[in-house]
Every structure is written in structure tokens, then in C-alpha cells.
């Protein structure tokens, strides 16, 4: 999809982090972009600083999927179309993987594993039948390539991630469509991904770590990706060596 400006894209997850680095950079591009995500006061805070008249926001709980037909709906009205869909949104829990609360479990895979399944099952339909050059984002992570001990549902659910990426893609591949499919697996960037919904207001900063990668960055990947139909995108390619060995230790045997 090499031609951005006047496509509509929803990006999820989209009031701070990664998905606002990546729903500004669809905005920058002249795209019209909806942003979805479940603080309410953060996302009118970012809606109104890009501009009502290029951005709308939708409150959204991406782990339900009615909710995200819900947003498609809001989107076609708004905008009259969808061209992207970014499944971004994402949440954290940490501990031992046998002693992380079942709910914990069933929330970070709820959001950030059927979050994307949502997407895909709403949005990719609606691309399919508008019959022109359309593009999926599923944001994975690092962890879906090198699992980080301490936070065994978000290894499992980006792992997931990558494997319905891959999937999708050939799928769509098969079916001839003009449908583009990227994930992409982000290093370290500063988010509010650990956070809670009801945690005290911050506005972004710098990133606080020498191998931390501003937000904005990412979305200058993404808008890349998208333009140029790249399926795998790593933010952090200094890591991709990490990625490699741990393949040569699993072949190995």
C-alpha cells in the first residue's frame, strides 16, 4: 500500500506507547485515523492533540469482541472506510509462571492474544469486501521470538501472535486478496504497558534506557512496513542475533 494519505486506519491500544507512536505517524501521512483504547481520559487527550478533524476516538476493550465490532462500526461511520487495522493493544502481568493468578492468565490473553483474533475476525472481512489494497499490524514483540522469564501469559500470547500472523498471511495469500499482513516484534520502548488503566496521569518522556526506543521511531517503522508489504518487522535489529541462536539451540536439539 504504498499510497497512505486519505486511507483510514484503527490503530488499538492507541492512547499512549507504541499505538500512539503509531496512530501519529498514520496522521502525519495524511491518513485518517481511529484510535481505540479503554482509558477514556488519556485517549481524548491524545484525539484532541492530533485533531478531531483527522482522528476520532473509540473506547474500546479489545477482549471483547462485540466491542470490537462495535468499533468497525464507529470507524465506517466516521470515516466511511477501513484500510489498516493495527491490533496493538496490550497489557503485562509478571510473577512465576505457576503462581500468576488465573485471572491474570485470562486477562493478558483476553486482550493481547484474542485481542488480535478480534481484529482479524471483525476488520479482515471488511477489507475483503472492499475489494482494494488493504493491511493488517499485529503488534507481537521480542518475546514471541525470546521469551522473557517472569512473564510467562505475555511470552505465550506473543508467540500466538506471530503464529496468527503468519498464518493470516498465507491464508490471504492463498485467496489472492490485496490484503498486506505485518508483525511487528518491538524491543524495548517506553510505554505505560505494566501500568493499570487507573494509574496516575504521566505525559510521555524521553526513553529513560540506552536500548530504549522512542514511540514515535516505531510508528516510522510501521508506516514503512505497511508501504512496502514487510512481514516481519523488528525495531530493535541489533537483537535479531539473540533470535538466530535461539533457533540454532532449538534445531540443534
Known sequence: MRELRGRVAVVTGAASGIGLGIATAFANEGMQVVMADVDEARLEREVA??????????????????????????????????????NNAGIIRSGRTWEIPLPDWNAVLSVNLLGVVHGVHTF??????A????????????????????????????????????????DLQQAAAPIGVSVVMPGRVPSRLGRRPDDP??????PAEPDQLPAADVGRIVVDAVRNDRMYVFTHPERVADVESRFDRITAR
Open 49 to 86: 492533540a492530533l485533531g478531531t478533524d483527522r482522528v476520532a476516538g473509540v473506547i474500546c476493550d479489545v477482549g471483547d469482541a462485540a466491542a470490537v465490532e462495535r468499533l468497525a462500526d464507529e470507524a465506517i461511520h466516521r470515516f466511511g472506510a477501513v484500510h489498516v487495522i493495527c
Open 131 to 170: 475489494g482494494t489494497e488493504g493491511h493488517v499490524v499485529n503488534i507481537a514483540s521480542m518475546a514471541a521470538v525470546l521469551p522473557v522469564q517472569g512473564i510467562a501469559p505475555y511470552n505465550v500470547a506473543k508467540h500466538g501472535v506471530l503464529a496468527l500472523s503468519e498464518t493470516l498471511r498465507m
Open 201 to 206: 496521569y504521566e505525559p510521555p518522556s524521553d
Open 124 to 129: 479482515v472481512p471488511l477489507l475483503l469486501e
